[in-house]
């Protein structure tokens, strides 16, 4: 798997015994912040469900513990959807930037090309900055924004909608192979 940097983070597949380290960095996001619209942070449980279902699911490790991870889970029910998936990528605060968001989905992104997917889809409550320059870093484009969208803590949140196209031709409006 992919190592980021000096920083001695590892990226790799996540495993069961990882759904508590998860929920851990996730729980700070949900409880303190409106870049996630849950209003109660998951638990181990519940984060181990999450990553059964998600097409892929990377964490990074640093000295032996979860210092983040992100995932590529269904875009949405319909058939066609299928070759789509949405992405979030999660770091612990202590270890913001340090480049750990960058491994996770440069790794993260090629794993779903090779599953298949084609195109991506993240969706970033403003403001986020830092969310936003990783995606545009990364090429991904805006393609619209919902205006008012989510109330938490007091007040109305937009989220603005990004996408990248995983495929090498350019986006060649092609059938795909078969995905399930």
């Known amino acids: 798997m992919a190592n980021a940097g000096h920083d001695h983070v590892t990226v790799r597949r996540a495993r069961a015994g990882d759904a508590a380290g998860c929920a851990a960095v996730y729980a700070p996001y949900v409880r303190d912040t409106a870049i996630s619209f849950e209003e109660v942070p998951p638990d181990a449980e519940q984060m181990a469900a999450r990553i059964r279902r998600a097409h892929v699911w990377l964490v990074?490790?640093?000295?032996?513990?979860?210092?983040?991870?992100?995932?590529?889970?269904?875009?949405?029910?319909?058939?066609?959807?299928?070759?789509?998936?949405?992405?979030?990528?999660?770091?612990?605060?202590?270890?913001?930037?340090?480049?750990?968001?960058?491994?996770?989905?440069?790794?993260?992104?090629?794993?779903?090309?090779?599953?298949?997917v084609c195109m991506l889809c993240a969706g970033i409550t403003e403001p986020n900055h830092a969310s936003l320059a990783l995606h545009r870093a990364f090429g991904f484009v805006p393609v619209g924004t919902y205006r008012s969208i989510g109330f938490k803590h007091g007040r109305w949140h937009d989220v603005h909608w990004m996408q990248l196209d995983l495929r090498a031709d350019g986006g060649e409006r092609t059938a795909p192979a078969p995905r399930s």
């Not at 789509?84 to 790794?107: K, M, N, Q």
């Open 60 to 116: 990074a490790e640093r000295a032996g513990a979860i210092a983040g991870f992100a995932y590529g889970d269904r875009h949405q029910e319909r058939a066609a959807y299928r070759w789509t998936a949405d992405v979030s990528v999660y770091v612990e605060l202590a270890h913001r930037s340090r480049g750990i968001g960058c491994a996770l989905y440069g790794e993260l992104f090629e794993q779903l090309r090779a599953a298949g």
